[in-house]
């Protein structure tokens, strides 16, 4: 096996260093699956939805991941001390208040817990504080005006970092509908760093992050930008996430799974969960271009 590694290693430094291109088919073997957890709730009001799967087999399966349906999946606000049962319909767990009423309140921990094949998982994450967007203002640009050649309406979101602290946030956009995401830009305060921009209007280069640069929006059409506040965890789980999704190159890092915070606290458990519990404040605004 090591002999197998370095001729790989060898084999992709030569290609690295020639013109020439040769298609080199692995035998990747398969590997044990996983149970894998998707759960993010948040302070919006109405249903709340859990996702949970089994990973695929192999490395270069691109088959969609098998749903499970058999598990027990329960919600508690530890600062309220109220549980939650969610229920599985239609390739999802999900809980519903009712109405526009929400299960997600700023400052409190919650904890998930998951039954499975007789061993139980737990996560815990807090909703953090997240600030209110101002407004969404946009201009034209003409293809010779943009960076990007692309001629259409620019987008940019105006909102102010809440000061005191290191914040953590999602910033996502959507066109039309919120069902088509746009771009997903991520921000430490009204910037990049902890401790650097602590209470600051957010940076150009996020505001700019709603619009994205090869597609933008056109006469007509609705922005939606939404902020999501993230505890430090689930920052640092995302960001994990990323450099493993753009992870290339010679020197790659090697691929691996991301390190859960659904932990197995059954006496004796043997299985092992994937994936992520988060939770989250979100704002919303609006723009029609017109």
Known sequence: MKNIRFAILITLAAAGFTACEDTIDLQVPNGKTYPVLDAWITTEGGPQSIRLTQSVTSYTNNTPAPVLSDATIT??????????????????????????????????????????????????????????????TYEFKKADESTSGEEGYYAYMNAKDLAGGNDYYWIRSYRNDRQHR??????????????VADGWVFIQPIKEGITDDDKPYQKGEKVIARIASLSHPSYYFIQQVIDQLNSGGLFAKVLENVKPNIVNVTNGGQQKMLGWFGASAVSFKEKDIQ
């Open 75 to 136: 919600l508690q606000d530890l600062t309220d001390a109220k549980t939650y049962n969610f229920a599985f319909s239609n390739g999802a767990y999900t809980y519903d208040p009712g109405g526009d009423l929400s299960i997600g309140k700023v400052g409190h921990v919650y904890k998930l817990t998951v039954l499975y094949k007789g061993e139980t998982f737990e996560a815990t994450d807090t909703i953090k504080r997240v600030p209110e967007i101002d407004s969404i």
């Open 182 to 195: 746009n771009t997903d830009v991520y921000a430490i305060n009204g910037a990049y760093n902890d401790d």
